[in-house]
């Protein structure tokens, strides 16, 4: 069975720091690109970054870009995202997936809750 468990989401003040991870299961992690998506309250996903399989490239939306750092260990079956410089409109639950079923939910793990607010 696929299992993606998001981790290290929390409250912070702006301009703050974080680290998430995912630990993934069930599946070939090192042969998947991977990405991470957020959802805030009523409004639709946004694929943030992505990052192939060895590691080699990445991708960044252009609302993270330059904030926002994607990496993985494939050794550990973990995929991370550093968040620097957080903004109130970084606010949503952050999920991992495989890139390739982005856009789909069913794909997703249960998330780790991000909340940017003074």
């Known amino acids: 069975e696929v299992q993606l468990v998001e981790a290290g989401g929390d409250m912070v003040q702006p301009g703050g720091s974080l680290r998430l991870s995912c630990a993934a299961s069930?599946?070939?992690?090192?042969?998947?690109?991977m990405s991470w998506v957020r959802q805030a309250p009523g409004q639709g996903p946004e694929r943030v970054s992505g990052?192939?399989?060895?590691?080699?490239?990445?991708y960044y939306a252009d609302s993270v870009k330059g904030r926002f750092a994607i990496s993985r260990d494939n050794a550990k079956n973990t995929l991370y995202l550093q968040m620097n410089s957080l903004k109130p409109e970084d606010t949503a639950r952050y999920y991992c997936?495989?890139?390739?079923?982005?856009?789909?939910?069913?794909?997703w793990g249960q998330g780790t809750q991000v909340t940017v607010s003074s």
């Open positions: 997936t495989r890139t390739a079923y982005y856009s789909d939910s069913r794909y």
């Open positions: 069930g599946f070939a992690f090192s042969s998947y690109d």
């Open positions: 990052i192939n399989r060895s590691g080699t490239s990445t």
